[in-house]
C-alpha cells in the first residue's frame, strides 16, 4: 500500500471511530449517593464514619448535611426534601416530629453533656468555674451565646441548664435574667456559635462538652445537676421543663428536662433505603461508628431501651433492646 493510500485509511478509521463515539450512549453514573440530616454536633464524627465507609464501599458517595436537629426534622416534614438517615442530637426530636408519618423507629445512641466554653481572652477566664459560672455570665461587660431553642436542641437544653442553674444555686429569676441577656447572640445552631467564639466577638456559649472537646476549646464543666448529663438524676431533670414550636404553626410543645441522648433512623421516603441500612450498622457497630463516637468525647448508648422496637428492621435489633 502506498503512503497516500496508508493515510486514505487512517483518516477514514479515525472519522468511523468518531463518528461511533459521538453516537454511543454517555457512561452511566455508578455512583450511589447517601443523604444524611444530622445535628451540628455531630458534624465531625459523621464525618470521620462518611469517610471510613467510602473506603469500605466504592462507588458510594456520602453526602452530609448538618444542621440543628429539629430544623434536620423539618426539612423532611415541612420541604420533602429526600433523606436516607436521619441523627439527632436528642431522640424525642424523631418521636415527636418524625414518628409515625415520616419514619417507624428510632435507636438511641449515644450521650453527650452541657458546657460553657470559652476562649482565653474572655473576660474573667482566670476566675470562671463550676460556682460562679452564671454570675460571670451575668456581668454587663460579659456577651455569651446559645443557639435557637426552637431549632436545636442545643438551644432548649441551654434553657433548660439555666432554670436548674436557678434551683440548684437557689438563686431567684435567674434563668428568666440570664435569657433575656445578649439575645443577639442566639443562633441556629451551636455550632454556628463558634465562629462569635473565634472572632472574640463573645466570651462564652453555651455548647456540647463534645463539640469542645473535637475543637480543642476551653471548657467549664458544670455540676451534674445541672449538666443534663446523668440518667440517675432524671426525676431531678424532670422539675423543669420549656415551650417550643410544635409540628403545625402555632402549635406549642413542651420539652421535659432529662438526659442527653442521641437517636438515629432511616425516613420512610429513604431514596436509598438498603444503603442507609448499612450505613446505620455500621454506625451503631462497637468497632466503627461507636468506636468513632467515643473518641470524640461521646458514649455509647449501644444496645439501648427502645419504644419502637418491634418496628426496627431486623438487621439492627442487636443494637437495641425492648
Known amino acids: 500500500m502506498t503512503k497516500k493510500g ?26 450511589q449517593e447517601l443523604i444524611i440530616f444530622h445535628a451540628g454536633s455531630l458534624s ?17 458517595k456520602v453526602l452530609s448535611e448538618a444542621d440543628g436537629s429539629r430544623k434536620c426534622a423539618r426539612k423532611i416534614t415541612d420541604l420533602n426534601k429526600a433523606c436516607d438517615i436521619m441523627a439527632s442530637a436528642d431522640y424525642t ?45 451575668m456581668k454587663k461587660d460579659v456577651a455569651f451565646g446559645r443557639s435557637e431553642p426552637d431549632s ?13 442553674a436557678e434551683k440548684f444555686y437557689k438563686t431567684k429569676n435567674l434563668s428568666n ?15 454556628d456559635l463558634l465562629a462569635l467564639l473565634e472572632s472574640k466577638t463573645i466570651d462564652y456559649i453555651f455548647l456540647y462538652r463534645s463539640v469542645a472537646q473535637q475543637h480543642n476549646l476551653k471548657y467549664i464543666i458544670l455540676p451534674d445537676s445541672v449538666n443534663l448529663k446523668i440518667p440517675e438524676l432524671s426525676d431531678w431533670y424532670k422539675t423543669v421543663s420549656v415551650d417550643i ?13 432529662e438526659p442527653m441522648i442521641y437517636g438515629i433512623t432511616i425516613p420512610k421516603n429513604a431514596p ?39 418496628k426496627i428492621p431486623e438487621e439492627l435489633k442487636s443494637f437495641a433492646k425492648k
Request: glycine share 4%.
Open 177 to 191: 435574667k440570664m435569657l433575656g441577656k445578649d439575645q443577639n447572640y442566639i443562633r441556629p445552631k451551636e455550632t
Open 272 to 310: 436509598n433505603p438498603k444503603l442507609a441500612l448499612k450505613f446505620v450498622k455500621f454506625v451503631l457497630e462497637k468497632e466503627n461508628g461507636m468506636k468513632i463516637m467515643e473518641e470524640n468525647g461521646q458514649a455509647s448508648l449501644i444496645p439501648s431501651v427502645c419504644d419502637t422496637f418491634d
Open 152 to 164: 436545636d436542641p442545643c438551644g432548649y437544653r441551654a434553657v433548660l441548664t439555666t432554670k436548674l
Open 6 to 31: 496508508i493515510l486514505i485509511a487512517f483518516l477514514f478509521i479515525t472519522a468511523v471511530l468518531s463518528c461511533n463515539k459521538k453516537n454511543s450512549p454517555p457512561a452511566k453514573n455508578t455512583e
Open 93 to 137: 426530636v424523631i418521636d415527636d416530629l418524625l414518628i409515625p408519618e415520616f419514619a417507624d423507629w428510632n435507636i438511641k445512641f449515644a450521650t453527650n453533656e452541657m458546657t460553657i466554653v470559652y476562649h482565653e481572652k474572655s473576660k474573667y477566664a482566670n476566675e470562671i468555674n463550676e460556682k460562679n459560672w452564671f454570675e460571670i455570665l
Open 245 to 257: 414550636s410544635g409540628k403545625t404553626p402555632g402549635e406549642t410543645i413542651t420539652k421535659i428536662g
Open 44 to 60: 465531625v464524627p459523621f464525618k470521620q464514619m462518611a469517610e471510613q465507609f467510602e473506603k469500605e464501599n466504592q462507588g458510594v
